[in-house]
């Protein structure tokens, strides 16, 4: 009896630790991006990246959603092979070899949209793969039309930029042991080659506007243990390649910041995100801080292991069982690569347009001239990106907002977690 007051007492501190450190994060996909809030719309079409997810925000301020037709006929398949499958499950049909039971219940990987590029008025590029295949399709948005261009096994493609012509793709393929390196190939999807190689993460690859087969990416190097574990990232840098010669030419690198995605404007103006570069640290105030909050991460670990076995044995949550299904923790989530502590940034950072940022300030895109002049136009920034008449569409991670000549910012519309942005002249 003792043991069972003392456990709920403990549960009950759980719930309420989890639900202190929980209040300010919303979860993702709970609702798809909202509408314009206020402000006069860009002269542009835009859209973002949501977590494997793809939205185009078209005329009125109304958003839809991609929904890939190969995707969709993958997952009817998937649903209609458990249908046919149901039947086996506990029987002696459901035994694989070596005695194990197969999952029948089990559905499809997840096929997700990495990168995305408008190739012309209503007309999509994009990437998506799931744990098996990947590809580059088009799409157009009217029709809702869709066309396979390449489709391989094993393929991880990101990052799709077009060349000044349209007529090439640049890119990131993702390689082993978490390197990547930049891509090439045809907007038919042909000739896909490697342009970097390295234990390097290349990535961010954009064209300069003028200077066909020069390119701009970001680049970092990884360290290894002695076993050829990974150890860290070093801090990125911007290069230049030259895809005839394959020469690499270094544009920005200072060990005190991270310059990250480099897009270049008709002026030649290399535009890019500048952040403080975090060298990986563990010293004496870790082991403080760990030996502080282990009480209270253990207790949420207990809170999370119970939950499990009221879940698979009740079907009910300890949080509630008339509540919202449990949705995954987001008080870390990742952007650009580096962990965000969400419910700190939705607490203590600022607002723009009364939108939330999920980045700090010290997250600026900066404007740097042919001469080596530079300038912040925006902070709090988590992604962007510039069409060819100038204007930019940037991101704080849940908000879009447009930059006037004026550097002032107009918020267009909203989402959650905001990955990565695209737009394109009208």
């Given amino acids: 009896m003792h043991v069972l007051i003392v456990l709920g ?8 630790f989890y639900k202190a450190t929980n209040q300010y994060v919303q979860p993702v996909g709970a609702a798809a991006p909202s509408p314009s809030m206020g402000g006069n719309a860009p002269p542009v079409q835009f859209g973002w990246v949501v977590n494997g997810k793809l939205f185009v925000q078209g005329a009125y301020g109304t958003v839809q959603e991609i929904t890939s037709p190969y995707a969709q006929q993958a997952m009817d398949r998937a649903e209609r092979s458990l249908e046919k499958n149901a039947w086996k499950k506990d029987t002696a049909f459901g035994v694989a070899a070596y005695g194990n039971y ?18 012309g008025a209503g007309k999509l590029l994009y990437f998506q793969s799931d744990q098996g295949m990947g590809g580059l399709f088009s799409y157009d948005v009217a029709s809702g039309h869709e066309e396979r261009l390449l489709h391989r096994q094993q393929l991880r493609l990101a990052d799709l930029s077009l060349s000044p012509s349209g007529e090439t793709i640049y890119c990131t393929v993702q390689g082993r ?32 506007p003028g200077e066909e087969g020069l390119v701009i990416y970001q680049s970092a190097g990884i360290a290894r ?10 801090h990125v840098t911007l290069q230049e390649l030259n895809t005839a010669t394959g020469r690499v030419t270094p544009v920005l690198e200072d060990p005190r910041y991270d310059f990250l995605s480099p897009r270049v404007a008709a002026d030649g103006a290399l535009f890019f995100i500048r ?45 509630g069982a008339g509540g919202a299904p ?41 404007r740097r001239t042919r001469s080596g ?16 008449n100038g204007t930019i569409v ?6 879009l907002f447009a930059l006037d000549a004026q550097g002032r910012s107009t918020l267009v519309s909203q989402g959650d977690l905001v990955g990565t942005v695209l737009v394109h002249d009208k």
């Fill in 225 to 234: 243990d002695q076993q050829g574990g990974w150890a860290a990232t070093g």
């Fill in 326 to 366: 449990m949705q995954a923790d987001l008080k870390n989530i990742v952007l650009q690569g580096k962990r965000i502590d969400a419910e700190r940034a939705l607490r203590k950072e600022a607002s723009i347009g009364g939108i939330p940022s999920l980045v700090p300030s010290s997250w600026q895109l900066v």
């Fill in 9 to 16: 007492i403990v549960v009950l501190l759980v719930v309420l």
């Fill in 102 to 119: 197969r999952d029948f219940e089990r559905g499809a990987d997840p096929i997700l949209i990495s990168s995305a590029r408008f190739c």
């Fill in 373 to 388: 002049a530079e300038a912040v136009v925006a902070s709090n920034v988590s992604s962007f990106d510039i069409t060819p």
């Fill in 275 to 319: 952040r403080p570069y975090e060298p990986p640290q563990y010293n004496a105030g870790n082991v403080v801080l760990d030996t502080l909050l282990f009480p209270f991460r253990l207790l949420r670990a207990v809170f999370h292991y119970l939950n499990f076995f009221s879940l698979m044995y009740s079907r009910k949550p300890l949080t």
């Fill in 177 to 208: 042991g978490g390197a990547s390196h930049i891509a090439t190939m045809g907007v038919a999807g042909d000739g896909l080659r490697e342009l970097s190689g390295g234990d390097t993460i290349d990535s961010a690859p954009t064209a300069v």
């Fill in 394 to 399: 940037y991101s704080n991670g849940r908000g």
